[in-house]
């Protein structure tokens, strides 16, 4: 089964400060990889989504994720984060034979301090 | 842009109580999905429904049914409520590849 661990379940950081979220997948076959946003009493958003071809995604918010084959990982990263980047971020991949459902990593907390 | 709309959006059940989760969408997608979310957990399937007509278990499905009543709605049903079903529960919909989530349900079984 695809899956995906977040290797973070909290990261706290300085506003304007750089950040990694850390994501690891384990596929033996294609992978479909996303990073989703929840804000604080909201549902979740797609941040940004690999699907093939360039292995680097961006957001339009300054976030980007690079897709590695080798290290079997897709870690999130931005490199200066605003106080409203405060949120859970959820790692996830397609789910094998449930249709489009995914699979999500447990999540990681942001925290942006000033 | 409505979206995903789910209803309500808080609940509170005694413990042996039924309820049924409401979902409807207005992008005219062919899958749907129910998630919950608990602390911790991320969030895991429940049920899906990947075409109308048809719906399938997901990971976590003991407990619950469903219904996909047409090609926009698609219903989460608890039969008899149990404190291990307090959860924040999530419906979405696709188009292939991208999911579209509703704001959730916040529901407290006591």
């Known amino acids: 089964a695809q899956s995906v661990t977040q290797l973070d379940s909290q990261v706290p950081v300085f506003e304007e400060a750089p950040v990694e979220l850390r994501c690891n997948y384990s596929s033996s076959v294609s992978v479909y990889l996303f990073w989703y946003v929840q804000y604080p009493n909201q549902g979740l958003q797609l941040l940004l989504k690999y699907l093939s071809g360039s292995t680097l995604v961006k957001s339009i918010n300054g976030f980007e994720a690079e897709f590695n084959k080798s290290q079997t990982s897709f870690h999130l990263r931005k490199p200066s984060v605003h106080i409203s980047d405060t949120a859970e971020y959820f790692c996830a991949v397609i789910r094998s034979n449930s249709g489009y459902a995914l699979n999500f990593g447990k999540g990681t907390s942001l925290l942006v301090t000033p | 842009n409505a979206g995903v709309t789910q209803t309500p959006k808080f609940q509170v059940l005694k413990t042996g109580q039924s309820m049924t989760l409401q979902c409807a969408q207005d992008?005219?997608?062919?899958?749907m999905y129910w998630y919950r979310q608990d602390p911790g957990m991320g969030l895991r399937l429940i049920y899906y429904?990947?075409?109308?007509?048809?719906?399938d278990k997901g990971e976590v499905p003991n407990g619950y049914n469903v219904s996909r009543l047409n090609k926009r709605e698609f219903s989460l049903r608890l039969e008899s409520a149990a404190p291990s079903q307090t959860s924040v529960y999530f419906c979405a919909s696709s188009v292939e590849i991208e999911a579209f989530f509703g704001q959730g349900t916040r529901l407290t079984v006591v």
């Open positions: 429904s990947a075409s109308e007509g048809t719906t």
């Open positions: 992008m005219n997608h062919n899958s």
